[in-house]
């Protein structure tokens, strides 16, 4: 399984972004799909995934009520939308799969990895 992120990029503080993620390769019957970020010389964090029919989405407390994952009409594609973003929000963002229907937010628990996307938060 391949997954390419796009859509990073600098932003300045409250402006908004929007990340996709798309996954290639070996098809599963069911797929939970997420994003995590790692700020610099931090560990990776989760911050929303989404379960295999994209009906039931799961959110960092950090996340909630700014940003919205989202599974596109396409269904190995996901989404992440980013408002009001903040400074603490700079870092490399990874789009990550794993098998089961259930979407979670444990990082141990994902088999798959893209190599990330940056987002730049300035002043």
């Known amino acids: 399984v391949h997954l390419t992120e796009s859509g990073g990029g600098v932003v300045q503080t409250g402006g908004s972004l929007k990340l996709s993620c798309a996954a290639s390769?070996?098809?599963?019957?069911?797929?939970?799909m997420a994003w995590f970020r790692q700020p610099p010389g931090k560990a990776r964090e989760f911050v929303a995934a989404?379960?295999?029919?994209?009906?039931?989405?799961v959110y960092a407390d950090s996340a909630k009520g700014r940003f919205t994952i989202s599974r596109g009409g396409v269904r190995n594609t996901i989404s992440l939308e980013m408002n009001s973003l903040k400074p603490e929000g700079a870092a490399g963002y990874y789009c990550?799969?794993?098998?089961?229907?259930?979407?979670?937010?444990?990082?141990?628990?994902?088999?798959?990895w893209g190599q990330g996307t940056q987002v730049t938060v300035s002043a």
């Open positions: 989404i379960d295999d029919e994209g009906t039931r989405p």
């Open positions: 990550t799969l794993r098998t089961g229907a259930k979407a979670g937010d444990a990082v141990t628990s994902y088999d798959y």
């Open positions: 390769g070996r098809p599963f019957n069911d797929y939970a």
